[in-house]
């Protein structure tokens, strides 16, 4: 009776124990800080250093702020939109900073947004959830 009681007591604990938190916020609104530069024809990824990081707040307004050193350096309005993919021929989601800006395809994995033009060896930001 001891060593079956030990078992479900083995059991019960590496149960809890393995238990990760595996919830992410798959919003676009936050704050994001941009982390990575990844260059379109080369493929290289260039870290950004902390004083030249922009931060970008998307607000749930629908309204947006790139800053650099705590200056606003752009703001207005964003607007989603899904479209067919030059790169996937499938529908994926794209962004829109103001009606004169090209939309640029995004992705969300974790708490980390990718954003980049719609086309081959065109490169991206990649950004990290600050809240």
């Known amino acids: 009776m001891r ?5 479900i007591a083995m059991v019960v604990l590496l149960a809890t124990a393995c238990k990760k938190d ?7 609104v936050g704050t994001w800080k941009e ?6 024809p080369t493929g290289r990824s ?3 250093a902390e004083d030249s990081s922009y931060i ?8 947006f702020e790139f800053l650099l050193g705590g200056a606003v350096t752009l703001s207005g309005t964003y607007d989603t939109l ?4 030059l790169l996937s021929n499938a529908s994926a ?5 103001g009606p004169t800006q090209t939309p640029l395809r995004y992705s969300i994995y974790k708490d980390t947004l990718s ?11 990649v950004y990290k959830r600050l809240k």
């Not at 595996?22 to 676009?28: I, K, P």
């Not at 954003?115 to 930001?125: H, I, K, N, P, T």
């Open 3 to 7: 060593s079956f009681i030990g078992l």
């Open 22 to 28: 595996r919830s992410y916020n798959d919003s676009l």
């Open 35 to 40: 982390v990575l530069l990844v260059d379109g």
């Open 46 to 48: 260039l870290l950004i």
């Open 56 to 63: 970008l707040d998307l607000k749930s307004d629908k309204t």
């Open 82 to 85: 899904s479209k067919i993919s």
């Open 93 to 97: 989601p794209f962004i829109s900073f």
């Open 115 to 125: 954003l980049s033009f719609d086309a081959y060896a065109a490169g991206g930001r």
